[in-house]
Nanobody
Framework: QVQLVESGGGLVQAGGSLRLSCVAS????????MGWFRQAPGKEREFVAA????????LYAAFVKGRFTISRDNAKNTVYLQMNSLKPEDTAVYYC??????????????????WGQGTQVTVSS
């Protein structure tokens, strides 16, 4: 059974930074695309960023605009989301997700079949 556990969320002032981590169980972490999504109150879950299995390719939502960086350490079964220049509109629960087998780099939620419980990020103005 695959488990994804996020950490690193919290309360930060606008303009600040946070680094989210997601640790995955299982020995085949390195063969899957990993993604970050977020869901704000009253809104649908949306794509934030994704990284391919080697870490050599990444994909970002337009609203990231160079503020966020996704990375991974396959030796530690961990994917990261470095978030800089945070804005109040970034307030949401952030989820990491594992892509389906043979899924390429994608922003489509349906292409991810394992999800973490989420970590709350709150940005104050």
């Amino acid at each position: 059974q695959v488990q994804l556990v996020e950490s690193g969320g919290g309360l930060v002032q606008a303009g600040g930074s946070l680094r989210l981590s997601c640790v995955a169980s299982g020995r085949t972490f390195s063969t899957y695309t990993m993604g970050w999504f977020r869901q704000a109150p009253g809104k649908e879950r949306e794509f934030v960023a994704a990284i391919n299995w080697t870490g050599g390719s990444t994909l970002y939502a337009a609203f990231v605009k160079g503020r966020f960086t996704i990375s991974r350490d396959n030796a530690k079964n961990t994917v990261y989301l470095q978030m800089n220049s945070l804005k109040p509109e970034d307030t949401a629960v952030y989820y990491c997700a594992r892509g389906k087998l043979n899924s390429g780099l994608t922003r489509t939620m349906g292409e991810y079949n394992y999800w973490g419980q989420g970590t709350q990020v709150t940005v104050s103005s």
